[in-house]
């Protein structure tokens, strides 16, 4: 059978017509019919609409081919207002890969009642019964509409493996877990109450509830009353459900160890109130969200979530670095798109332990979208506070950051970020507005300014400024950096992380028997000349806790050029003081313009008693080339 659209006439269309009615006066016949028995064996049945695409794999009403139909089937009375029939056996496959192993059931009727019994259905893993269903209605014609006067109630028994139906729901492709389903069921036309639904696979997961749906055939308008009074699973359960949802157990979930689930389901299907407490072995979550969907059956959830006690280190298996969270948050809109949970977020986390410090006061107010963050990010804790606005994208090809930052009275060591600045608090204020994964592939601006550490002994240090400048400048990477006590300059094409590499490669072709290149160090590819001017040394002194000090300007210039072997680096140090000890009219340079490499160093070193030592360090190096025998 076919036809070639699914508005054209199919091609038995001539049949359909000869058995139709030629008359245009309906009259009442009195009918009565019985048959003995029925019986079809080795059927098949195509049906195809020609304009329809095919979905191998998946049931479609477009392209239908049955076969191996059989079939025993006894009337033995149907009349007007009775019916008196049963199914011994009914079995088929369908190309979609569905197959009906059997299907039986006797079914009687009058004007006032239908009952079913024995009703049996099995799959190819799975087997559904029902002992009894029975149905009361005013009269015949109300059964198939399923009106308010139509009553009904059963009891379905069933053990299913769900990938028997994933030609008709693909997702449950992976699902081969047998699992147990019985319920209680009694209802009034398409409105339906069920007492009892348990769901188990008798040893890692169980589900119990109950629920009513009224208009169940409403689609989105379909009201919704649910109960979970108890759904258990432990860690097997978890490790089953993963696996046959999604192919494997994710490690977030391996860390959970059980989860325990009770609440309850209200609303329209298009907007369905969820509320509930989420026991797991990394802790207890409180939920009270919206589930929405759409004309387009796109999902979204809004409401509230909470926890006082969830253990971050034992979820992400990191509990060297995280702790516990105590948190409450509002979501609007959240939703998955392009693989990325997207949300509104609002709310406090009150507390938050990482790297074993119990960060407080915590606020968000923004929208985390695409792997991104825009908004408002606050905390007020002892040891310090944080205001962060604006935007940021760390999961994007090129990350992008546009935001500002104010940092108030932070003290790294008492928030075990460091412990180089004891009892010391530091305070600034950051404007970032670029893109790149690194300061390799920089492009923008960063700020800092109004830079205030205080340490206990007053010892402190204040910069007004720092900015730091990289993009493109006549076809080539630049980074500047302009602040009160240092400028610098670099242009070219340079990977910081190569630098050393650089210099080994380099160098190694002079000195091969006393430098031996690791195998895993990465082949650079520097081309790139620096100009720095360092006005004073305080800030390194302070922050970094470098020993050194300039009585005059320092500079320190050169290139890198990895193609043509080629490197030069010239220092001149007027006066400095290093590690206490004082040195006058230092020079360096380092280079090697030809077959050789040479390295110079000169200053002068006073010592105690006042006197002025020179010392002078010098080396030539000849090019060594390999020997061909």
């Known amino acids: 059978m076919e036809r070639e659209t699914p508005q054209s006439p ?52 477009g392209h239908l081919a049955v076969k191996n139909f059989a079939a025993t089937v006894s009337l033995k009375a149907l009349r007007n207002d009775s019916l008196n029939a049963s199914i011994r056996r009914l079995s088929f496959e369908e190309q979609c890969g569905f197959a009906l192993q059997k299907f039986s059931m006797k079914v009687t009727a009058n004007n006032k009642r239908l009952n079913i019994k024995d009703f049996s259905l099995e799959l190819s893993n799975s087997a559904l019964s029902i002992d009894s269903l029975s149905m009361r209605y005013d009269s015949l014609p109300d059964l198939p509409k399923l009106t308010d006067n139509v009553q009904y109630q059963g009891s379905v028994n069933a053990s299913v493996v769900l990938k028997d139906i994933a030609p008709f729901v693909p997702a449950l492709a992976k699902f081969d877990t047998p699992l147990h389903f019985n319920m209680d069921f009694s209802g009034k036309g398409k409105n339906i109450d069920c007492p009892t639904l348990r769901l188990t696979d008798n040893h890692s997961l169980m589900i119990n509830g109950e629920a009513s749906v ?43 160890e059980y989860v325990r689930f009770s609440g309850d389901a209200t609303g329209y299907l298009h907007d369905l109130i969820i509320t509930g407490l989420l026991r797991t072995g990394v802790g207890t979550i409180k939920a009270d969200v919206m589930m929405s969907i759409d004309k387009q059956q796109n999902r979204t959830y809004s409401g509230n979530i909470a926890s006082a006690d969830l253990n971050v280190g034992k979820l992400l298996d990191n509990e060297k670095k995280f702790g516990t969270a105590d948190f409450n948050l509002e979501l609007k809109g959240f939703n998955y798109k392009n693989h ?66 104010v940092l108030k009275n932070l003290r790294p060591d008492n928030l075990h970020l460091s412990d180089k600045y004891k009892d010391t608090d530091i305070s600034l204020n950051v404007t970032a507005d670029f893109t790149g994964k690194s300061i390799d592939d920089m492009n923008g601006k960063i700020r800092l300014d109004s830079l205030q550490m205080n340490t206990p002994e007053g010892n402190n240090y204040f910069l007004d400024n720092l900015t730091i400048t990289a993009g493109q400048v006549e076809g080539q990477k630049e980074i500047q950096v302009l602040s009160s006590f240092m400028t610098a300059v670099i242009r070219g094409d ?37 100009d720095i001017r360092v006005n004073n040394t305080e ?91």
């Open 10 to 61: 199919p091609n038995y269309q001539f049949v359909l017509d000869a058995f139709a009615s030629k008359d245009t006066v309906k009259t009442q016949t009195n009918l009565d019919l019985r048959i003995n028995s029925l019986l079809i064996r080795r059927g098949r049945i195509t049906y195809d609409v020609l304009s329809e695409p095919e979905t191998p794999g998946r049931f479609n009403t």
């Open 214 to 256: 009224a208009d169940w055939n409403a689609g989105r308008n379909m009201y919704i009353m649910g109960k979970l009074t108890d759904v258990n699973l432990n860690k097997e359960g978890i490790s089953t459900v993963m696996s046959n949802v999604a192919g494997k157990v994710p490690p977030i979930f391996q860390q959970l």
């Open 340 to 405: 990325y949970p997207e949300s509104y977020i609002k709310g406090n986390i009150a507390s938050f332990e990482y790297s074993q410090y119990k960060y407080e006061n915590i606020a968000l107010d923004g929208v985390y979208k695409d792997g991104g963050f825009n908004g408002k990010l606050a905390m007020d804790d002892d040891n310090g506070s944080v205001q962060i606005n604006g935007n940021f994208n760390v999961a994007c090809a090129i990350p992008e950051f546009n935001l500002k930052a």
């Open 494 to 530: 340079y990977s910081y992380n190569t630098i050393p590499a650089s210099i080994l490669q380099t160098v190694q072709r002079y000195i091969p028997s006393l430098l031996t290149l690791n195998e895993n160090m990465p082949v650079p590819h520097n081309n790139f000349k620096f």
């Open 539 to 629: 800030f390194f002194q302070k922050l970094f806790q470098i020993p050194l000090e300039l009585k005059f300007p320092a500079s320190i210039k050169g290139y890198f050029n990895d193609r043509e072997e080629k490197l030069r680096v010239e220092g001149h140090f007027p006066a400095f003081k290093y590690n206490g000890t004082h040195y006058d009219s230092g020079v360096l340079i380092c280079e090697n313009p030809s077959d050789w490499f040479k390295c110079s160093l000169r200053t002068g070193m006073l010592m105690n008693s006042g006197a002025m030592v020179n010392l002078t360090a010098v080396s030539y190096t000849h090019l060594t080339l390999p020997t061909i025998a």
